[in-house]
């Protein structure tokens, strides 16, 4: 008798896996978003998950730094992924001499941070990204395009968002003006917490920063400004002659007229989306569900100087991306999909012992039209296979006795209705992916 002690089998905490209905689903939504990526021009792109440290590290500081997964094999110090875009930065660099620009990419793949596993935070999880590079230069219609995107890649998954836009330059140029530049960095994360912790608190830290308590009373103003266009620059002009902060201020009101230009309605201006990321410069935005904001669903940016780490060629981009993890987690556990309507087959295929061959033969001719077919080659009774066929929830049945493989007209039988017809191959083909479609 085997004594040995079997292990436990269990998962790393924060990281996902899912059930097979629900890895189809997932991957019917990453693939409606590819599509509408690939429709828009951005072509694909693969990066390795590792990467060396000193790349990796370049420029990621705040709180990033401590989330990293960084380890050596031998002498190597390296970095698993925690976004798509610094090691886009990296590529470009690389590249550079042999890609057109703008440089329009998309990448959907795993990232990694090591944070505390909660509700919408995961420790592995996808990114769906595309950004824009440009060579020297970058037109904010770029950015245009980015926050387009977005109402673009939710319609195609049927979801109504908000996206919400600001432009970090308004904030960082009022910090220029009362010449606490040496902390906007400091101050801005700060700010990006004022929706979890609340204004006291939020004046608590800006005042521990450095800040008087009418700098931080307007800082607070300035983040809370949200409306249209109109009511967000109205709220805003008599804060600062900052030059910085009168850039920041124009170039909202130029990406207000690119967005609606290409037709974007779901954007709202909203000064509090600030960004963790340092690397952001200018437009800054996130997406959430209408009418919800417990959680960002994605969110992007302009970086003009990203590339400067690993090339003297100024490369600006801007790039979204759409936390797809956090959004089917969000959805999947309110019950949002219809989990039954994904199946792994389309028909199961039912024979006795002296036709099995012709079941797999037919089994394989469906395939090779586009049928998800099964044949059930256990050696079980024909009642077995057709209870087995119900317990997998299989809407259709080919049975195939020595009548069917004589005449080639095959029986077919909706389980849900009981209805039996009499098919020829083409028949069945054609039957079963019009009831698909």
């Not at 990066?47 to 590290?57: D, F, I």
């Not at 690397?279 to 209408?290: D, P, R």
């Not at 199946?343 to 061959?357: G, L, P, S, V």
Request: charged letters at 30%; a neutral charge; hydrophobic letters at 35%.
């Amino acid at each position: 008798m085997d004594n040995k002690k079997l292990i436990v089998p269990k998962k790393l905490q924060g990281f996902w896996e899912l059930k097979p209905k629900e890895q189809m689903l997932f991957s019917s939504l990453l693939n409606k978003i590819e599509e509408v990526f690939r429709a828009n021009c951005f072509v694909p792109l693969d990066t390795p998950v590792l990467e060396y440290s000193e790349v990796l590290l370049a420029k990621s500081g705040g709180d990033v730094d401590k989330e990293i997964y960084r380890f050596s094999k031998g002498s190597t110090d390296i970095c698993m992924r925690y976004d798509l875009t610094v090691p886009l930065a990296r590529f470009v660099s690389m590249y550079k001499e042999e890609l057109n620009f703008p440089f329009k990419r998309y990448q959907i793949g795993k990232v990694y941070r090591g944070e505390r596993p909660q509700k919408g935070r995961f420790r592995e999880f996808y990114q769906c990204d595309a950004d824009i590079i440009g060579k020297e230069a970058l037109s904010i219609v770029a950015d245009a395009e980015c926050v387009n995107l977005y109402e673009k890649c939710f319609k195609a998954l049927g979801l109504d968002v908000e996206i919400a836009v600001s432009n970090r330059k308004i904030i960082a140029g009022y910090i220029e003006g009362i010449q606490k530049d040496d902390k906007t960095t400091d101050i801005l994360v700060a700010l990006d917490k004022l929706d979890k912790i609340g204004t006291e608190e939020t004046i608590k830290l800006l005042q521990e920063i450095g800040l008087t308590s009418k700098e931080s009373e307007n800082l607070i103003k300035i983040t809370k400004s949200k409306g249209s266009l109109e009511e967000v620059v109205y709220s805003l002009k008599s804060y600062s002659e900052n030059n910085l902060f009168i850039e920041g201020i124009e170039e909202l009101k130029e990406l207000s007229k690119y967005i609606n230009l290409l037709g974007t309605t779901s954007v709202v201006f909203d000064i509090s989306i600030i960004r963790g990321h340092n690397y952001y410069t200018g437009s800054v935005f996130e997406v959430f569900l209408k009418n919800r904001r417990e959680i960002a669903l994605g969110g992007g940016g302009r970086y003009e100087n990203l590339c400067g780490y690993f090339s003297e060629t100024k490369m600006p981009g801007v790039g979204m991306s759409i936390g797809i993890t956090r959004l089917f987690d969000l959805l999947l556990k309110e019950n949002y999909f219809d989990l039954d309507s994904f199946k792994d087959i389309d028909c199961a295929i039912i024979t006795f012992d002296e036709t099995f061959d012709k079941g797999l033969e037919i089994m394989s001719k469906l395939r090779e039209n586009g049928v998800k077919a099964e044949c059930f080659y256990e050696n079980k009774s024909f009642k077995s296979k057709m209870k087995e066929a119900n317990r997998r929830d299989v809407k259709y049945v080919v049975i195939i006795g020595e009548d069917e493989v004589n005449s080639q007209i095959y029986t077919l039988k909706n389980m849900q209705t009981a209805e039996q017809s009499k098919l020829s191959l083409k028949e069945l083909v054609e039957k079963i992916k019009n009831d698909r479609m």
